[in-house]
């Protein structure tokens, strides 16, 4: 259903490209490609207000305030990866690229009953997302050897402490093909996700089930845009919220040194920069990068490939 509603919202756009250019051509090919730049221009303009308040609400946060070029620079990029996750990754090829699970593939170079020997990784995606989101992951991480599992989360605008289960089982999938238990990496909401899974677990499991977790971006302590959203996970998300205040007052204070989290001052979905930091943990700023671009930028997705590798 996650990917399904995202394909008629592209076929529905492309359906309106087509007519407005079939009715408007024969009279003025001028006005036609005019409406299509001008439907491109009001998403480019929705996506610039978005760092502009970011810019703005970030006056008071500790992370170096980004400049106007950096702010261009990501909006740039963060408007190109937009048309590419929402528009092909993820209504069209979430299913393109199968879990590898190497120990358990028929199409496994390992022998029977052989063990991977590098440490598995379970991808989690953010909010509005599937997994196609991590298709550039999955290619990485093949490519390494190491085992994968990326997940879905559904449905898409259900509870956080809902997809619980769905995290479980993906993690039980690689710990028993490599022996082994996985790095986690979750972008947005799915860190949030990750550590609502870990808080339902028994506290000796815990560190049992889960080697490291990798955070891009994710709202630890709630994000101001939080506060307009009607579903029941953007609402958890809400900044300083009951749902995230209570996650914090759960947790064992030991726990926050098992992750590295990411963040930045151009992030235009995670702001105030902040609240993307976990107190305790690895915390890492990458600057003038936004909010999906943070999940594949070169920096980034590079020094999270060699902490994983070095599990």
């Known amino acids: 259903m996650n990917a399904r509603w995202q394909q008629v919202v592209v076929f529905f756009n492309a359906l309106a490209t087509i007519a407005w250019l079939a009715w408007q051509w024969p009279r003025s090919p001028l006005v036609a490609l005019a409406g299509v730049a001008g439907a491109l221009a009001l998403f480019g303009l929705v996506l610039g207000l978005q760092f502009v308040i970011m810019r703005r609400v970030n006056r008071s946060d500790h992370a170096p305030r ?10 740039w990029a ?8 929402f528009g092909w990754r993820q209504p069209f090829r979430h299913n ?15 022998s029977p009953g052989q063990q991977a020997t590098r440490r598995g990784v379970v991808l989690v995606h953010g909010f509005l997302c599937n997994r196609g989101f991590w298709l550039p992951w999955m290619a990485a991480l093949r490519e390494r050897g190491h085992a994968h599992v990326a997940v879905t989360l559904e449905p898409a605008f259900g509870s ?6 769905t995290i479980d089982a993906a993690v039980q999938r690689v710990q028993e093909a490599t022996g082994m238990a996985p790095v986690v990496v979750g972008h947005s909401m799915g860190g949030l996700v990750v550590r609502a899974w870990l808080r339902s677990l028994p506290a000796d499991s815990a560190a049992a089930r889960v080697h490291r977790v990798i955070t891009l971006g994710t709202p630890h302590g709630g994000t101001w845009a939080g506060r307009f959203s009607r579903s029941v996970n953007g609402q958890q998300m809400a900044l300083g919220g009951e749902w995230v205040r209570q996650l914090q007052q759960e947790e064992p204070a030991a726990r926050a040194a098992r992750f590295t989290c990411w963040y930045s001052n151009c ?5 105030p920069a902040g609240t993307a930091m976990l107190a305790g943990a690895d915390n890492r700023l990458v600057e003038g990068v936004a909010h999906m671009q943070m999940a594949f930028d070169p920096a980034v997705m590079r020094a999270c490939l060699e902490e994983i590798a070095r599990g």
Request: glycine fraction near 0%; aromatic fraction near 12%.
């Open 66 to 75: 980004p400049s106007w070029r950096q702010l261009v620079v990501a909006w």
């Open 78 to 85: 963060e408007a190109r990866l937009a048309l590419v996750v």
């Open 96 to 110: 393109a690229v199968p879990d590898w699970l190497p120990s358990l593939s028929p199409l496994s170079p390992l």
């Open 160 to 165: 956080i402490d809902d997809y619980t289960a």
């Open 267 to 271: 992030d235009n979905i995670v702001f």
